[in-house]
């Protein structure tokens, strides 16, 4: 929503300002310059980009527009998931989590906890790692590199996205130059016409580098930081993810388990002490 917010206050404040100025806002609709800058820019990215990065690109495009990729309600959900798990554990004995890992959707404990479900990757994740701790399929210290390289890869590919939409924001200004420069050729047919005509001609000209800069440093670049956030959030709920299972692997207790977790947060999601324990209880 913010993304929106923001994008709305770009364009609201380059225009409103060019209004007061005593500008004429049909002077700025230009379509064959959008044309020529828009059309070049998807061209030369779909030169440029693997067909997978593309689709990707496509399907991240929309967490620019959420609120923030892990709340403080995941990270709760989280720490619920572990506490409980370990509790189980505890009582019933390790093999007791097998049908939770196998099946999360049917299980009881996750069932409480739908905040959880709702990253199909971290839920992936999750499960993997925990079958290898139900299986004693590896060491806590083998367990821990296994997840610093699901990690490493995952992030390593998500970060192509902004990079390819970053790629695309630097092109804008050169592109906007190329719009202009092609409508000073068109403008060079009409020298024999009145000024007014050669004048809107200019104009349309000189709309086409506004708009590559502005498309570029007010909309695709400022995209492009966002999405790079997001995945930064994601990775640090991944971490705080490898730390929980880590600590399940050692069999610690589900609340040290709990508090190693909560301390790994960044402190603008980490929920309170109090908050922990309410929700435990509840």
């Known amino acids: 929503m913010l993304s929106i917010i923001g994008i709305v206050v770009v364009f609201l404040g380059v225009v409103g300002g060019y209004l007061i100025a005593g500008g004429h806002l049909h002077v700025l609709f230009q379509p064959a310059e959008l044309v020529i800058i828009g059309g070049a820019a998807v061209g030369a990215m779909l030169i440029g980009t693997p067909t997978k990065t593309m689709k990707n690109l496509v399907a991240d495009l929309p967490k ?10 995941h990270y709760i959900a989280l720490l619920g998931v572990l506490y409980n798990l370990g509790m ?13 890992i196998s099946e ?4 009881a404990i996750f069932k409480n906890y739908p905040k959880f479900l709702e990253n199909h990757h971290a839920l992936e994740f999750f ?11 590896a060491a806590p210290s083998e367990l821990e590199m296994i997840m610093e390289n699901d990690i490493e890869a995952h992030h390593e590919e998500a970060f192509l996205s902004p990079s390819t939409l970053s790629t695309m924001g630097d092109a804008l200004p050169g592109l906007g130059i190329v719009a202009a420069v092609m409508g000073v050729v068109i403008t060079m047919g009409y020298l024999d016409q009145p000024a007014e005509v050669i004048g809107h001609h200019v104009a349309a000209a000189l709309v086409g580098t506004f708009l590559g800069i502005l498309l570029s440093y007010g909309l695709v670049q400022p995209l492009a930081s966002n999405l790079t956030h997001y995945i930064r959030e994601e990775g640090r709920y991944f971490t705080c993810m490898k730390i929980g299972l880590k600590a399940m692997a050692e069999s610690l207790s589900p609340m040290l388990v709990v508090e190693y977790v909560r301390r790994s947060i960044y402190v603008s999601d980490r929920p309170s002490a109090e908050e922990v324990e309410k929700m435990l209880k509840g």
């Open 88 to 100: 189980k554990m505890r009582r019933e004995g390790i093999l007791a989590l097998e049908s939770d």
């Open 127 to 137: 499960k993997d790692t925990a079958r290898l701790i139900v299986d004693a399929a």
């Open 104 to 107: 999360p959707e049917n299980s």
């Open 64 to 73: 620019v527009f959420k609120s923030g990729a892990f709340t403080k309600d």
